[in-house]
């Protein structure tokens, strides 16, 4: 009786082993990416890895790509414009991507970032010192006038519009200012020889503050006059800049967590004095948005609904800064352009560009994304039409 159980048993147990199936994960695996509703979703990329596993793929017309082997069981990222990036662990299964609410449509090429965006008319500033004058509308873009604004600039940082003044830190030859009364027709104003690798900066009537945007270098103050003299009156060290704002006499700082912000008075250029030095360990970074400063929080909470509480500074009284409330958000907010509108990087991919719609008293929500072509990432924006990776881009609802 004893003999027959045996057998039994190591017959069930045969027939076990002999259903299963080894995961074999040097082999080839296919995934099927859907909407929601089930529709197939072309032209999907799949991309992770590490080193030399990385791979990036992209579904075809049923939606359906092949994976390599050596990512089975891993991490990647599921994009595509104008949907919510998703995160998950790979194996052969069907994936969901869910449209945004809204949507982006491409208008035309634009080269450099806008130096000033208006209704119909934008005007943009390359890297190398290339100026563009284009003119648009919701079916297409038109270039009608560009130059190379002076034969020593070739590598263009910090821009500034002050009135029809713009002016432009280099990373080589100083500072630069043009009258652009005239859109089709830019003017040399000055040019100031400041030496350096120059990077946020404020100009104060004659006055300008520049900041070192690599590592924690001196803030130097400097006098100039029209013919592009200068001299410098004060430098105060240490100090890694990443933005820069005036309000009045007063010039606020944001660097790291230690820095969030620093406030000087510069009523005295020659002696700058210190209003008041933010440490905020929570927070890694910020930006400004009118007379706010807003910080950006280092980690996110919810799981899988990551939210990010932005804490909100307001510099009425820049000698007293004061905490004004917090907001959240879906996604990395890295501008607010307007009352209703936020822009930034999505939370699970960052390679992703988001815009936002809410404002800072009830929180901001993802309504589009554009995650290909984003070389140079936003370049401006005058809602609904925004400059991404040079590209006019339309914010639209969806049909």
Known sequence: MIHKSIILILAVLLIGCEKEIPVEYSLPFQITVQSPDGQSIEGAIIEGGIDWDIFRVKTNSDGVAILPGSIRGRGAVIYKDNYLPVLSVMSPAKYTLKETIKKFEPIGDVSGKAIRFDQNKILTLDYNGTYHFYTYNNQSVNETFSTHLHDSIIDVGETQLYGDTLWFATYSSGLFAFSIQNPASPALLFHIPVQGYLGPFVVKDSIIVLGDLWKPGPLIIIAYRNDGSFRELSRIQ??????????????????????????????????????????????????????????????????????????????????????????????????????????????????????????????????????????????????????????????????
């Not at 510099?315 to 930034?344: K, M, Q, Y």
């Not at 554009?370 to 039409?385: A, H, I, K, Q, T």
Request: aromatic share 14%; hydrophobic share 35%; charged share 15%.
């Open 238 to 399: 240490n100090y890694f800049v990443r933005k820069m704002l005036r309000i009045g006499s007063a010039i606020v700082l944001l660097g790291n967590s230690d820095s969030l912000p620093t406030i000087f008075d510069i009523s005295n250029p020659a002696s700058p004095q210190l209003l008041y030095n933010g440490i905020e360990w929570e927070y890694q970074t910020g930006f400004f948005y009118k007379k706010h400063v807003i910080l950006t929080p280092k980690n996110g909470w919810g799981g899988n609904n990551i939210r990010l509480d932005y804490k909100i500074l307001d510099l009425s009284n820049p000698a007293v800064p004061v905490t004004s409330g917090l907001f959240s958000a879906d996604s990395w907010i890295t501008e607010i352009i307007s009352d209703n509108f936020a822009c930034g990087k999505y939370y699970y991919h960052n390679q992703t560009f988001s815009v936002l719609s809410g404002s800072i008293s009830t929180g901001f929500q993802t309504v589009a994304t554009v995650s290909e072509n984003l070389d140079g990432g936003l370049g401006g924006s005058y809602p609904p039409y925004y400059l991404i990776g040079n590209k006019l881009l339309k914010l639209m609802d969806r049909e």
